[in-house]
Nanobody, 120 residues
Framework: QVRLAESGGGTVQAGGSLRLSCTASDSLRVMGWFRQAPGKEREFVAAVNWSGGNIGYGSSVKGRFTISRDRNTVFLQMNSLESEDTAVYYC??????????????????WGLGTRVTVSS
């Protein structure tokens, strides 16, 4: 059973930055992040494949967030945070594909989530 351990959530003022980390217990083809705000559906944030050569971002975070990967750990650098970024952020892993998927049902393993709160 693959385990994903997230860290780095917290509270920050609008315009600030946070860095999330997720470490997997095994090597995984694609690792990424989704988020879910209260009353909203889960939303794709970013993902990266094993080599780092394929990266995808959700439209709402493109240009502000950067995903990177070091072996079994994936990082999400979040800059210029907005109140709309407030959500629980979930690390996810896909063991079947070599390319990034934007669809949550393509991901096989999920972390417990880390809360990010952006105050205005």
């Amino acid at each position: 059973q693959v385990r994903l351990a997230e860290s780095g959530g917290g509270t920050v003022q609008a315009g600030g930055s946070l860095r999330l980390s997720c470490t997997a217990s095994d090597s995984l083809r694609v690792m990424g992040w989704f988020r879910q705000a209260p009353g909203k559906e889960r939303e794709f944030v970013a993902a990266v494949n094993w080599s780092g050569g394929n990266i995808g971002y959700g439209s709402s975070v493109k240009g502000r967030f950067t995903i990177s990967r070091d072996r079994n750990t994936v990082f999400l650098q979040m800059n210029s945070l907005e109140s709309e970024d407030t959500a629980v952020y979930y690390c996810a892993a896909d063991i079947d594909h070599d390319y990034v998927s934007y669809l949550d049902y393509d991901y096989d393993y999920w972390g417990l989530g880390t809360r990010v709160t952006v105050s205005s």
